[in-house]
């Protein structure tokens, strides 16, 4: 145990407090047998049990206790840390508890909620709280690492999500770089012919018009002097960490270098390629992908006319969509659902209804699924249109003399079918843009099992990691409305951050000990974040330097170090032990 | 042996498996009343001699609970727990310590029922293996 602390009795003055959390916890521990236990401790000032520590009342009763024992330690049996430890720990430290002295032992979610047995309940929690004892007294005071950040944004990908983002960023006056890989903006959304749920134009989302007045458009983006566009380019290097990352970019006419603030992650999702799966017969030229279709529209609304095969430029008369190609099937593509593919399918397939009304369009479906406002009105629109839907799964489609097959199977009639087509279209799902794990590897992000950008709470999707947000397709499949939800979203987070200049973060970072460091350099090499560096310690030799902005706090440096000079701070060795001590004191009887 | 009550530690990292185990806690799941968690930032910021310490101070058994692999909140702090723990099995093997009293598992935030499970099991197999023998001895 530190001496320091020891030493001080009026530092190691300790306020112990006890919830009931309105009998939730009462009903399973017995609370007063603890403190009877706990109260004859050296350390112990005062124990105080009460009904709700996290209710307003029960705040007042903290401060009211802090202000009348004055301890400068505090440990607090109550639920999860997690769960309101903030809420109990702010009213302490409003009465001058630093609020790295501050323990809350879990005896809710971890004791009494999962032991039926009063006594045996009893006597782990009094295990815990002896170990939660222990260890606030080893516990030093700590402020907050206060990061400041740059007024200056970068958005990757523009698509229509990072269009959006940029807008809203310049608005609030801050700069934005947009880097773009290709050579225009607008991404896979400007490519379309029509989009859900207007069942018009999709670059109606790139221009001005009256359906789509409030999605980003290219000329403004253009336009602003506060947002910077590099078209061509690609990231090569980021450097630094929250609040200030220096970017090097590689641009057509040479290298570009920039600091920025925050990160948008914007890199959008491509199309599944169906060339894998030999059942599809993908290299007939007749067998096409959606996006492939779209050109086809595109072309025809160009040229005028009506929509021409690749193969011979024939007028299709029967068309089979096909869905659910690349996902919801791990052996062929991916898991997960792409959520555009239903819609899209039926809007494509509405428009050629319009545009050749002698044709037969068949949709070869597993379920339909369209979980926006408006689908269940645009499908019952294309079944009144004439659109044939088909519940089952396609087995293959080959050709034979010339012709094309789809062998099918309905499964509401429960009959095979074999239907001869002079197209079939491959309703693809999204993935992740291509070198976007690049991007992802770079920032520190973590990726789904989906290989998608994870949220850091699935709950709460404009939740930041340091600094950095992705937002639109990156995230995961998604429409254009909701591409630009998130991309809102994304953007009021990093303008409140950046507005704020200066964020909080707790001090949960590694420590070099300079006097224990040998400079061997192996927490440089198993450090994720690039946090440690190895600088001269002016007597010749070298040693560790932690960047505290950088340092995430995870420890993996403490356990590589074999001179135990890396710490973290609140879980340095002693801390730790002292927490092992205090349980095995009371539990190892 | 019938009134053995094995006392264990459990590591657990603070965003999968201390989450696992309070999910456990608000679901009511009930378990063997033996394992006190000690909450650590990532299964690998523990320490070898963390474990080392308890077991010579006659803890029975120590769960190292982490996030699954390719879940870690710091991108691959789980990949080095699961190359220490069976280093560290070994090293106790050959001291004389029965590595089956360490065992190293994944619960994720969202496996209430596993961590549930993964206690219940292990308080078992400790209660199949004994007391631990460093109890009376405890250095």
């Known amino acids: 145990m530190a001496d320091n602390t020891d030493n001080d009795s009026a530092k190691s003055s300790i306020g112990l407090y006890l919830c009931r959390c309105n009998g939730e916890i009462s009903k399973y521990i017995d609370l007063d047998r603890i403190a009877d236990n706990l109260k004859s401790i050296e350390n112990v000032k005062v124990v105080g049990i009460h009904d709700a520590l996290c209710s307003r009342e029960g705040q007042t009763f903290l401060k009211e206790e802090k202000e009348k024992h004055g301890f400068e330690r505090a440990v607090i049996g109550a639920c999860s840390p997690n769960i309101q430890g903030i809420i109990v720990g702010k009213a302490l430290e409003e009465k001058g508890l630093n609020k790295y002295l501050f323990e809350q032992v879990n005896i809710r979610e971890q004791c009494a909620w999962v032991h039926p047995d009063i006594d045996k309940a009893t006597a782990k929690a009094l295990a815990l709280i002896n170990g939660?004892?222990?260890?606030?007294?080893?516990?030093?005071p700590m402020e907050d690492v206060e990061i400041s950040i740059l007024p200056s944004a970068l958005v990757i990908g523009g698509g229509v999500t990072g269009?959006?983002?940029?807008?809203?960023?310049?608005?609030?006056?801050f700069k934005v770089y947009l880097l773009e890989r290709t050579e225009e903006l607008g991404g896979r959304a400007y490519?379309?012919?029509?989009?859900?749920?207007?069942?018009?134009?999709?670059?109606?989302?790139?221009?001005?018009?009256?359906?789509?007045?409030?999605?980003?458009?290219?000329?403004?983006?253009?336009?602003?002097?506060?947002?910077?566009?590099?078209?061509?380019?690609?990231?090569?290097?980021?450097?630094?960490?929250?609040?200030?990352?220096?970017?090097?970019?590689?641009?057509?006419?040479?290298?570009?270098?920039?600091d920025v603030g925050t990160i948008i992650?914007?890199?959008?999702?491509?199309?599944?390629?169906?060339?894998?799966?030999?059942?599809?017969?993908?290299?007939?030229?007749d067998v096409i992908t959606t996006v492939e279709l779209e050109q086809l529209i595109v072309k025809q609304r160009e040229k005028g006319g009506s929509i021409e095969r690749p193969s011979d430029g024939k007028v299709p008369k029967t068309i089979n969509f096909i869905q659910c190609v690349g996902s919801r099937d791990r052996a062929k593509g991916n898991l997960h659902?792409?959520?555009?593919?239903?819609?899209?399918?039926?809007?494509?397939?509405?428009?050629?209804?319009?545009?050749?009304?002698?044709?037969?369009?068949?949709?070869?479906y597993i379920d339909l699924r369209g979980p926006y406002r408006g689908f269940e009105e645009f499908y019952d629109a294309a079944k009144q249109e004439g659109v044939q839907f088909v519940r089952g799964r396609i087995s293959k489609i080959y050709s034979t003399g010339g012709k094309l097959f789809v062998r099918a199977e309905d499964t509401d009639a429960g009959a095979l079918l074999e239907i001869e087509s002079d197209l079939v279209v491959l309703s693809v799902g999204q993935e992740p843009a291509q070198g976007s794990e690049k991007i992802v590897e770079m920032l520190h992000l973590q990726t789904d099992i989906d290989e998608f950008i994870k949220d850091i709470n699935p709950m709460f999707p404009p939740e930041f990691r340091r600094g950095i947000y992705a937002a639109g397709c990156a995230q995961g499949p998604k429409g254009i409305r909701y591409s630009i939800d998130d991309a809102k979203s994304a953007a009021s987070e990093v303008i409140r951050l950046m507005r704020d200049g200066t964020v909080k973060m707790p001090r949960i970072t590694a420590k070099a000990d300079e006097f224990r460091c040998r400079g061997c350099g192996r927490c440089v090499d198993v450090c994720q974040f690039d946090a440690i560096t190895l600088i001269e310690d002016g007597k010749g030799g070298q040693i560790a330097k932690v960047d505290e902005v950088r340092c995430e706090?995870?420890?993996?440096?403490?356990?590589?170090?074999?001179?135990?000079?890396?710490?973290?701070?609140?879980?340095?060795i002693p801390q730790v032990i002292a927490n092992v001590m205090g349980l095995v004191e009371e539990a190892g009887q | 042996m019938t009134d053995f009550k094995p006392s264990i530690l459990a590591f657990c990292?603070?965003?999968?498996?201390?989450?696992?185990?309070?999910?456990?806690?608000v679901s009511r799941l009930q378990m063997p009343p033996n394992v006190h968690v000690i909450r650590v930032m990532c299964s690998a910021s523990v320490k070898p001699e963390y474990v080392i310490k308890a077991v010579t101070q006659g803890i029975d058994g120590v769960l190292v609970l982490g996030c699954h692999i390719g879940d870690c909140h710091y991108l691959t702090g789980n990949h080095r727990t699961a190359k220490r723990i069976p280093l560290l099995q070994k090293i106790l093997d050959e001291a004389g310590i029965d590595s089956r009293r360490i065992k190293l598992d994944w619960v994720s935030a969202a496996e209430g029922e596993k961590y549930q499970k993964v206690v219940t099991e292990f308080v078992e197999e400790i209660r199949r293996l004994g007391p631990n023998p460093l109890r009376e001895v405890r250095f």
């Open chain 1, 553 to 572: 706090g995870c420890g993996t440096c403490t356990v590589a170090c074999c001179n135990k000079a890396m710490t973290i701070i609140g879980y340095a």
């Open chain 1, 337 to 364: 659902c792409s959520l555009v593919c239903c819609t899209y399918a039926i809007g494509q397939a509405r428009e050629l209804v319009k545009l050749i009304p002698d044709a037969t369009v068949y949709i070869h």
């Open chain 1, 265 to 285: 992650v914007a890199t959008g999702s491509k199309t599944f390629d169906p060339s894998d799966l030999p059942e599809l017969n993908y290299s007939s030229p």
């Open chain 2, 13 to 25: 990292c603070n965003w999968c498996s201390y989450a696992g185990a309070d999910l456990a806690g």
């Open chain 1, 191 to 258: 490519k379309l012919s029509m989009t859900f749920p207007t069942h018009n134009c999709g670059i109606c989302c790139m221009q001005y018009c009256k359906e789509c007045v409030f999605t980003p458009k290219i000329e403004d983006v253009l336009q602003d002097e506060k947002i910077e566009v590099m078209l061509n380019s690609e990231i090569e290097s980021i450097e630094g960490g929250f609040g200030n990352r220096h970017i090097t970019v590689k641009a057509p006419d040479g290298p570009r270098e920039f």
């Open chain 1, 132 to 140: 939660g004892l222990r260890r606030v007294l080893t516990l030093e």
């Open chain 1, 163 to 173: 269009m959006q983002a940029a807008l809203d960023i310049a608005a609030a006056g």
